[in-house]
């Protein structure tokens, strides 16, 4: 599992005005490390991002998710739905991926930085209950069409991360269903006496080793809806 490194910038605002994190802002730096991340941590540049995923695949934070930081900039020509007419810095997070001219400046993400800005794009969608759209995930450009229209740039890989992003959410609800459906089913049966001590029942893969465990789980619950119809 990636780590990710806390580097505190000073570019930011504390707090949210009340707003809620409804979007992920991708972005693409014009500039390489360490250069870009130290320009981000310069109260000069009074830009930031929340985090910023390098061409090595490292995850740096650099401002809090609870905090408001200065990377959507200037509302040019916004083309976002969910716009609201307020600083967009508010409500969303932003996302810088390491990139300059020829070496990922058009948003070509190496293959490490990819998998890590996946693995981050999936614990905010998580952590924040996002939905995965392209009104909820979405480039500077959509905020700024005018003067960053390259941001993340042309190359960035938005259906791979969309299509692997639905792909994680069904395995994830798999899981959960499987969970689900075990506990309910052993509260089920247990209920009936069917079966003792369900709590020693902590690890499907020891009883149903052979079988998918959700399906052995949603086998069982539907036992447990039958003995119950009865
Ligand atoms: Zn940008």
Not at 52 to 69: N, P, S
């Amino acid at each position: 599992m990636p780590e990710i490194k806390w580097m505190e910038s000073p570019n930011y605002s504390s707090g949210r005005n009340g707003k809620k994190i409804i979007a992920i802002v991708d972005h693409i730096t014009a500039g390489l490390m360490p250069g870009t991340l130290s320009w981000m941590q310069n109260p000069m540049a009074k830009v930031s991002a929340h985090y910023l995923v390098t061409r090595k695949g490292e995850i740096y934070q650099l401002v809090k998710d609870e905090d408001t930081a200065y990377h959507a900039g200037v509302i040019n020509k916004p083309n976002w739905v969910l716009y609201d007419g307020t600083n967009p810095n508010r409500y969303t997070i932003g996302i810088e991926h390491e990139g300059h001219k020829n070496q990922g400046g058009d948003g070509t993400l190496t293959e490490n930085q990819y998998q890590a800005t996946l693995w981050l794009h999936r614990q905010l969608i998580d952590k924040y209950n996002l939905k995965i759209t392209d009104s909820h995930i979405i480039g500077h450009c959509q905020i700024d069409s005018v003067n960053r229209p390259n941001c993340p740039g042309a190359n960035f890989p938005w259906k791979r991360m969309f299509e692997d992003l639905r792909k994680g959410v069904i395995d994830m609800s798999l899981e959960k269903w499987m969970v689900e459906g075990g506990q309910k089913a052993l509260t089920g049966l247990a209920k009936r006496k069917l079966v003792n001590n369900p709590e020693n029942w902590i690890s499907e893969e020891k009883l149903a080793e052979p079988v998918p465990s959700y399906l052995f789980w949603m086998m069982l619950q539907r036992l447990a809806e039958k003995i119950q119809v009865r």
